[in-house]
T-cell receptor, first 112, second 117 residues
Framework: GNSVTQMEGPVTLSEEAFLTINCTYTATGYPSLFWYVQYPGEGLQLLLKATKADDKGSNKGFEATYRKETTSFHLEKGSVQVSDSAVYFCALGSSNTGKLIFGQGTTLQVKP | GAGVSQSPSNKVTEKGKDVELRCDPI?????LYWYRQSLGQGLEFLIY????????KSGLPSDRFSAERTGGSVSTLTIQRTQQEDSAVYLC???????????????FGSGTRLTVV
């Protein structure tokens, strides 16, 4: 079945450091891929998405590229801020039902 | 409404009691999803509605869990005879249509934190 695997956290970085959160998936067909973010005390928000191979999603300085050959969708940001501290979820979208399958989430803590 | 609204935001209940959780999706969104977020467990899919029907209820953990949706809008998730392992944040999301998981992503509500004591 379809599944998503994220790197385990927590990830602790200093402000302005480079961020990578790894995400790999297993799926049949051609799923869409998403990153969601959950800030402390808030609900999940869509951060970015990519709907086909080689697409790059980007938002708020974050980027992720849909790599079919490596079945990956790694999240990157060149210079993190304290305000980026949150839990990040990678997700895979079913083409049949619209169901999303989420990874376990990765907690990011950015220190000043 | 402007966003997905869930109520109550917090619920503490005694083991063995029944609880009802409510979700009011974005107006016009035909697809509605329930997920459960447990500590250390990530997000677990429970059920998907398209209109008032539930083509995928494969994630409901047991027959104590049920959900319905009326008028293509509000949905209620009911847990009967609650157990301590039911403690979690229950999240509702809606999408313009069933393609949400393919193209648009979802809009999530803020969730209901359920604590069974």
């Amino acid at each position: 079945g379809n599944s998503v695997t994220q790197m385990e956290g927590p990830v602790t970085l200093s402000e302005e450091a480079f961020l990578t959160i790894n995400c790999t998936y297993t799926a049949t067909g051609y799923p869409s891929l998403f990153w969601y973010v959950q800030y402390p005390g808030e609900g999940l928000q869509l951060l970015l998405k990519a709907t086909k191979a080689d697409d790059k999603g980007s938002n708020k300085g974050f980027e992720a590229t849909y790599r079919k050959e490596t079945t990956s969708f790694h999240l990157e940001k060149g210079s993190v801020q304290v305000s980026d501290s949150a839990v990040y979820f990678c997700a895979l979208g079913s083409s049949n039902t619209g169901k999303l399958i989420f990874g376990q989430g990765t907690t990011l803590q950015v220190k000043p | 409404g402007a966003g997905v609204s869930q109520s109550p935001s917090n619920k503490v209940t005694e083991k063995g009691k029944d609880v009802e959780l409510r979700c009011d999706p974005i107006s016009g969104h035909t697809a509605l999803y329930w997920y459960r977020q447990s500590l250390g467990q990530g997000l677990e899919f429970l059920i998907y509605f398209q209109g008032n029907s539930a083509p995928d209820k494969s994630g409901l953990p047991s027959d104590r869990f049920s959900a319905e949706r009326t008028g293509g809008s509000v949905s209620t998730l009911t847990i009967q005879r609650t157990q301590q392992e039911d403690s979690a944040v229950y999240l509702c999301a809606s999408s313009l249509n069933g393609s949400g998981g393919k193209t648009y992503g979802y809009t999530f509500g803020s969730g209901t934190r359920l604590t069974v004591v």
